[in-house]
């Protein structure tokens, strides 16, 4: 393992014509940011020394005096940043984290110029990544090799598709890949813990706290709690979500059993476009109903997008289980520019045209008892073992009719999704014509095989 560990991380670890190339670019906006009066300073993977070959973001906060207004904090952020690329001649947008801020892109950098309270009292969820950035800088003072073990996770975290805690992929977050290897002490051992983690694992880097049950308590319902040695009521692995930590153990479990160079950097699909005629056949042999509900939207930020996307989802998915459909497994689909598609696999769609609606005991109150054979009358309600039921119709006995009544409620979806006009229904056969190859590839992997 040894030797593939050190191939691995000569192959990740920047070069120097990269560092002179990012320290050009850095000098560049830190001069012009000096230049509006506000102190600019590095933070993330390329301050600590932790980023990896070509992945180049460069993130600059710019801090303000913590009596600032929000509102000002957020107009002078903007205002500078806009001026900064403007006079760079970079194309910039706004994002969002907390409060929005600029990003634009010169060559290969994302540059983002972010505003912050300069206080250690967190004002904005923001003003934690200066500490966060010392925290690991003065970590690796004393343990520089640990920057290796670092790069090594985070690169085994990308071939995992587990990194990133954006919504898109809610993952691990750089500073969490951080965090992990500086309380393990070493990539492997990183690995080997997480391989032995139970949902709801706790750990606290810096014995923040005196009772390790007290942290579960505090944050109760987590997936995994890593206590944020800067906040020790902050769980910085919040954004991780159940689907990608289980994909992170298993990764690391079969790593462990079987070192592979797959495991960073897994092998690019071969096959190319999937055939639509093959997945039509897979469609057809797996006896589901597929179902989705397209958006046609104007470009909205992708963590806001994939954010409201997965909210429309679960209001979905709750419709139809309250309605008695099952539903086998759903998943959300985008190409981040006006096309969303949420897809939905059914096990169960055509129901009869009655269903038993249970009502009070009959050691009830009697008033409660004469309120349900009252509204059931033309039921004729019966008592089944200790419980008044009755047979009554169904609002709906195919999941065709359902579809779109839930688009015309919009019930529980996003906001900006529940305000668009344009949401259809898509069968399965539509979905497949699609002349997108990353939502055919979607369709690849959700239609699996069956013997």
Partial sequence: MEKLLKEILKEITPTDQERIEEDKVIDDVMKRLRKFAVQPILVGSIAKGTDIRDSKDIDIF???HKDTTREELEKKGLDIGKKVFSDMKIPYEIDYAEHPYICGVLGKHLIEIVPC???KEVKSAVDRTPYHTHYVKKKLAAEPKMRGDIRLLKQFMKGAGVYGAEEKVRGFSGYLAELLTINYGSFENALKAASEWRLGAVLDPESLWKDKDAIAYFFKGADLVIV??????????????????????VAARGFLNSPDKKYFFPEKDAKGIPDRKILQKRMVARGTKILGLEFTHPKINPNTLYSQLRKTQEAVKNTIQEQDFKLLKSDIWTDEEKKSLIIFELEIYELPR?????????????????KFLQKYRKYRPYIREDRWVADIERGYTGIERLFPEIIKNRSGFGKNLRELKDAETR???????????????????FLTPVQ
């Fill in 62 to 64: 710019i801090m303000f």
């Fill in 228 to 249: 944020d040695p800067v906040d020790k009521d902050r769980n910085a692995a919040a954004a991780v979500s159940k689907q990608r930590l289980s994909e992170y153990i």
């Fill in 117 to 119: 309270y300069d206080t």
């Fill in 427 to 445: 069968t399965g056969e539509e979905i497949l014509k699609t002349k997108n190859t990353d939502l055919l590839k979607l369709m690849d992997g």
């Fill in 354 to 370: 009655i269903r038993n609606h249970a009502g009070p005991p009959v050691y009830a109150a009697l008033k409660e008892q004469e």
